[in-house]
């Protein structure tokens, strides 16, 4: 197991990406635990990238559950389609917010927020969990993030297969 994370502060971006990746794909391997693999994606994430939030919501009975996240305290329960969370559940896809204030229907879990990505993950073709990632600065994500973050998803989604 990983005790440390090797990411050059100075990289851009997606050589961040491109080196984090492989070690949260190390940190999981192996780990059946969904709750433990969760909770170190978090942290990874918040360290290796610097983001202001990064979490997971869990669908449970027709609402979304918190679930591990590194970051401010966060809403605890959020309705399908409501804010971003509940609206990329209900659309099955990505969603990036330049300005959450712009969002209609924006759910401020945290007023230091201010722009988002947020991810379905895919267990037998269902969302089982939504994949949020805040920033405390202006359009702070891109189709970099996406292409990443998504791909992390789809590791996810196949541990929680196996």
């Not at 961040?16 to 994430?45: H, M, T």
């Not at 939504?130 to 998504?150: A, M, P, R």
Request: charged share 20%; net charge negative.
């Amino acid at each position: 197991m990983a005790e440390n994370l090797f990411i050059d502060a100075s990289a851009s971006k997606e050589e961040k990406y491109i080196a984090l990746l492989p070690q949260i794909e190390a940190l999981i391997e192996g780990e059946k635990d969904v709750i433990a693999n969760l909770a170190n994606i978090a942290s990874a994430l918040y360290f290796g990238m610097n983001f202001f939030w990064v979490g997971f919501y869990e669908v449970k009975e027709n609402q979304l559950v918190l679930a591990p996240f590194h970051g401010p305290i966060a809403c605890t329960r959020i309705a399908y389609g409501k804010g971003v969370c509940g609206t990329a559940w209900k659309n099955q896809a990505p969603i990036i917010v330049p300005n959450v204030e712009e969002f209609p229907g924006h759910i401020a879990c945290s007023s230091d927020s201010k722009s988002e990505i947020v991810l379905p993950i895919f267990v037998n073709q269902q969302v089982k969990y939504i994949f949020d990632v805040d920033s405390n600065k202006l359009n702070d994500f891109d189709e970099i993030d996406e292409k990443y973050l998504t791909f992390l998803c789809q590791i996810i989604s196949q541990n929680l297969k196996s």
